[in-house]
């Protein structure tokens, strides 16, 4: 590791006196400047020794009861040779103690919240896990809330996100591989999946890409996705988050791979396609009726969102034809009283929503929801009254609002503006010929997306017949396939029938 | 605890690429469907439908001619073909091979050119603000758009996509136009006669034959094996639904509908919004310009990116034409579409049914150069 201290300090190795020992950490750590490095110097069966430690990383109850008081109430006197494997086998009541002779090892150990300690008579240094800094309790997911499912939810804590997977999944083939990533200052990243599910090409592969990332600080899983995704400038996201452990596992089941960063509070994981940003997380806990009539419903309401401002303008403003008399009758009378034309006057208004919808989100709890009624239902109402829109604009508008309301994933419901806005100028200077042009380029760059070089679009396109849950989520007992997308090992989940105890209406 | 429950894999790696390369391969023939679709539609835009659409009935009921040959020549290359850099030049002599990939590429981009104009002539009619020659151009660039920087096989994936959507809704769109007509308007499809028979089956043989020849010999064993063995060949029964649901809208439009309506001077955008204008209803209005205009570009698309792609010799290898070919073909097919419409459509009418010509050139030369080669190996041995 290279810490925040110089490079050529952090490689050097952890070794000769303890002089030289401590000023080398108190070199590379700059303690001088920092006042959260902190030295405890004390005697350990009668050799000099010292423990660094992070005010705040570290548990310093631990400290104390665990480092300090046993080594201090030592009276025996033991060859300097064995102090540091007797301390490890007898005297220090730590569960993980590593000794390492590299710096850089044990410097990144002290910022991940170990202590360090050097002493007279031990090659290089101990590595105490003491870690207790505070961090967030589990609590429910706030951007993936579900009315059937468990109400559990990732923390900032990698460990805690760690131990919450492997509540779910008790089984030795869930794997959790470290990687370390960000030369300056580095990060723990988790890779987890399923031994013999997940395709060993995918895993090698999303592991050449984490080494592949030259960067020096990864702060979010958003930094780390838009270095592992395969098309940077696709529209569509090509992976998928949740901060549900229930749904990572699910991910694991279909062969796909989890990755879990230090500091964020969800699993991204990939490869994934638009069926994946299209689930919801508790569609596979209802019913299988419920679950499929959402499904359709969330669809209808994508379309919708996407296609109906560019259509109502392609329609009013060029093709007119296609339109009842009375309805285009209706709509020349609203749009005679407002200054705007229709194209400026729905751009404009498109805006305005987004505005209101990016104020709601930044405006603090409880101004958010009162920003909103001012926003939708008063602005609304008076640029009916001034004239200033159409009524049926502001229909349009807050249908294809409420449409991209209803997509699961965030980065889905982004994309989705961005294509309405799209949809919506193209329609506007060409009437059907911009709105399916429009579509057609969509279209055709999303079915040239790939995810960790899988077809994002698949299973709808190139169909691959698999397990039948994704535009439908058609009843458990008939998935007996995994998905197809992540290419998985073993694809089906199940010998034989699920519903195995019920009889066949042919047989007696 | 064991969360896999099988021991052994269900798919093998060799099924997993048997598996995609079916895929490929279905959603390849569902392209050359739609573009069969396409081509249907705008030779009914230009009343060409006692020269065409007669024979390409007769042919698709008889299926036999196109259909076998195709599927007889996809077992004859794949048996004298070992290894796949592409079709023709591995079956020819190389400068052979070559020339007939670009006389196929040729072929294909006068398919783009004609699949344009109707296009850009339907287009002018729907966007009255517009003079026709800007219209053209901005197809082009949303095509174009389309095709830089993806690969090759995104158009292919669409069409699987979009094959079943795009004839459902024009079959939904065209189903009130049924109720309008008179069944005794039917019978003049039989009136087509010999030559027109002749033409419409080359012209079919052409526009199939230009989708199945890449597909036939692709860079991999295993399917080459598969097609050897006579195993399951997939995907032409969608070239014969997109072609049997175009022709059974144009038989409802073409001979169900009162006869002043065809007999009257009208142009190919007319012609083509004809059927929409029988029913009164909105969603359907609309389905069937937004399906019409789709189905066009995706035509358009896939004639110029495959004439690419055969001018570059990477028909066989998943490899997509470069950006700035795409870009130069595009150029070529705008002026024709933009200046001369009505002369280019006509000057293709006539030439189009003799695209399949350089197909049936290349296999005859294939089957005599394996011919020789067979014998001078019994010479030799």
Known sequence: MSHSSSQHSAAQPLTGSLDEKKALIKSACHTDLSCDIKERSFSCMGQDAVLFYLDGMSDSNQITRCILFPCQSLSCEVPPDDLCSYLTEHILPISNVQTTLQLSNALQSLFNGDALMLAEGIDGALLLDVKGYASRGISSPKDETVIVGPHEGFTETLKNNMTLMRRLMRSPDMITESITVGHKIPKQLCLVYLKDIAPAESIEEIKRRIQGCNIDYIANMGILEQLLEDDPYALLPQAVYTERPDRACSFLLEGQLVLLLENAPYAMAMPAGLPHLLHAPDDSAMRWQYGSFLRLLRMAGLLLSIVLPGLYVALTSFHPEGLPVTLLTSVLETQSKVPLPLFPSMLIMLFIFCLINEAGTRVPGALGSGLNIVGGLILGQAAITANLFSPLVIIVVALSGLGSYAAPSYSLTLSIRLAQFFLLILSGLFGFLGLIGGLFLLFMRSSAITSLNKPANAPFTPYRAANPDHVLRLPVWRQRLRGALANPLHMDRTHGRMRAWEKRRNKP | ?381
Not at chain 2, 40 to 53: D, K, T
Not at chain 2, 119 to 144: D, K, Q, W, Y
Not at chain 2, 176 to 205: D, Q, R
Not at chain 2, 317 to 325: F, G, H, S, T
Request: glycine share 6%.
């Open chain 2, 1 to 381: 605890m064991k969360l896999t429950q099988t021991t052994t894999p269900v798919h093998s790696r060799t099924e997993q690429v048997n598996q995609r390369w079916d895929v490929h391969i279905r959603n390849q023939h569902k392209l050359t469907g739609l573009c069969l679709f396409a081509q249907l539609w705008l030779s009914h835009g230009l009343y060409l439908i006692e020269r065409v659409s007669t024979a390409s009935y007769l042919s698709l009921l008889l299926i036999l001619f196109p259909f076998l040959l195709v599927h007889m020549a996809a077992k004859f290359l794949s048996r004298h073909v070992k290894t796949a850099q592409s079709t023709l030049t591995a079956c020819l002599p190389r400068p052979l091979g070559r020339a007939m990939e670009i006389t196929i590429a040729f072929s294909l981009l006068m398919d783009a050119v004609f699949i344009l104009c109707g296009l850009s002539s339907l287009l002018s009619e729907l966007l009255t603000a517009f003079r026709h020659f800007t219209i053209a151009p901005v197809i082009g660039i949303l095509c174009a758009l389309s095709q830089v920087q993806n690969r090759p096989y995104a158009i292919v994936h669409l069409s699987g996509l979009l094959f079943f959507p795009l004839l459902g809704a024009l079959l939904f769109a065209s189903a009130p136009a049924l109720e309008e007509g008179n069944i005794y308007h039917f019978f003049p499809v039989f009136c087509g006669g010999i030559k027109s028979i002749w033409t419409g089956s080359l012209w079919l043989l052409g526009s199939i034959g230009c989708a199945c020849i890449p597909d036939l010999l692709p860079d991999e064993r295993p399917a080459l094996t598969r097609i050897r063995s006579g195993e399951k060949h997939l995907g032409i029964g969608y070239v014969l639904a997109g072609g049997l649901c175009a022709l059974l809208i144009l038989i409802a439009y073409t001979y169900l509908l009162p006869p002043h309506d065809l007999a009257a001077s009208r142009s190919v955008g007319t012609r083509l919004l004809l059927p929409a204008q029988i029913s009164s209803s909105v969603p359907g209005w609309t389905l069937y310009v937004c399906a019409l205009i789709l189905l066009l570009m995706i035509a358009y698309s896939s004639s110029v990116s495959r004439c690419g792609i055969f001018l570059c010799g990477t028909c066989t290898q998943e490899k997509a034409a470069p950006d700035k070919i795409i870009l130069l073909l595009v150029f070529l097919t705008l002026p024709p579409a933009m200046f001369y419409a009505q002369s280019v459509q006509k000057w293709l009418i006539n030439l189009l049914p003799f695209r399949a010509v350089p197909y049936l050139i290349s296999l005859f030369a294939a089957y005599i150069c394996s011919a020789v080669q067979r014998i001078r190996k019994r010479r030799q041995l």
